[in-house]
């Protein structure tokens, strides 16, 4: 009778395909958050560009400063609100 790691199935009965596209995944998922975060980024960079040098360097965000700056302008819209 051949054992379950060698019939491709785990103990629990599931293939082992599903653990192995776990990295695929993943792969896949940090992606799509690093697309979304270099949309984001576009979309600070051109808000806090100076329309006095438009040619200078835009700055070097980090992925935290990133989403830091969109919390804190909600934050200020929230109190202009109040």
Same mark, same amino acid.
């Given at each position: 009778?051949?054992?379950? @790691?060698?019939? &491709? /199935?785990?103990?629990? &009965? =599931?293939?082992?395909?599903?653990? %192995? +596209? @776990?990295? /695929? !995944? #993943?792969?896949?998922?940090? %992606?799509? !958050?690093?697309?979304? /975060? &270099?949309? *984001?980024? #576009? !979309? =600070? =960079?051109?808000?806090?560009?100076?329309?006095?040098?438009?040619?200078?360097?835009?700055?070097? *965000? #980090?992925?935290?400063? =990133? /989403?830091?700056?969109? +919390? *804190?302008?909600? @934050?200020?819209? &929230?109190?202009?609100?109040?």
């Amino acid at each position: 009778m051949p054992s379950p @790691k060698s019939s &491709g /199935l785990n103990y629990t &009965g =599931v293939l082992d395909g599903r653990k %192995a +596209s @776990k990295p /695929l !995944i #993943e792969k896949r998922r940090r %992606a799509r !958050i690093n697309h979304s /975060l &270099g949309e *984001l980024k #576009e !979309i =600070v =960079v051109s808000s806090e560009r100076n329309p006095q040098s438009p040619n200078s360097r835009p700055p070097k *965000l #980090e992925k935290a400063d =990133v /989403l830091k700056f969109p +919390s *804190l302008l909600m @934050k200020k819209t &929230g109190k202009q609100e109040n």
